[in-house]
């Protein structure tokens, strides 16, 4: 079974840093693109940033400059990074890591549990 799981969220002040972590593991053939998305309540889902397998990387405006996003596909698990610097209120939601793969079974839409970020201004 192909499985997603998140680790880094946590309570920080405005101006601070947090990393997520991300690891894709069980049975599975390749990892297309990854990306890291946030939700607050009430509010849709959206994306915050995507990498390509090759590293290409795409950010919402509002991160630029400020979240990096890499990725780490040189072990049997295959793992996505979102370094987040110079924290600001708005960027508390719960954030989620997403993941195309191929799995034995074909290609699905993979997601983690969520990992709450928490910005005190």
């Known amino acids: 079974q192909v499985q997603l799981v998140e680790s880094g969220g946590g309570h920080v002040q405005a101006g601070g840093s947090l990393r997520l972590s991300c690891t894709a593991s069980g049975n599975f053939v390749r990892v297309n693109d990854m990306a890291w998305y946030r939700q607050t309540p009430g509010a849709q889902r959206e994306l915050v940033a995507q990498?390509?397998?090759?590293?290409?990387?795409?950010?919402r405006d509002s991160v630029k400059g400020r979240f990096t996003i890499s990725r780490d596909t040189s072990t049997e698990t295959d793992s996505v990074y979102l370094q987040m610097n110079s924290l600001k209120f708005e960027d508390t939601a719960v954030y989620y890591c997403?993941?195309?793969?191929?799995?034995?079974?074909?290609?699905?839409?993979?997601w983690g549990q969520g990992t709450q970020v928490t910005i005190s201004s």
């Open positions: 997403n993941a195309q793969i191929w799995a034995f079974s074909g290609l699905g839409d993979y």
């Open positions: 990498i390509t397998r090759t590293g290409t990387a795409n950010y």
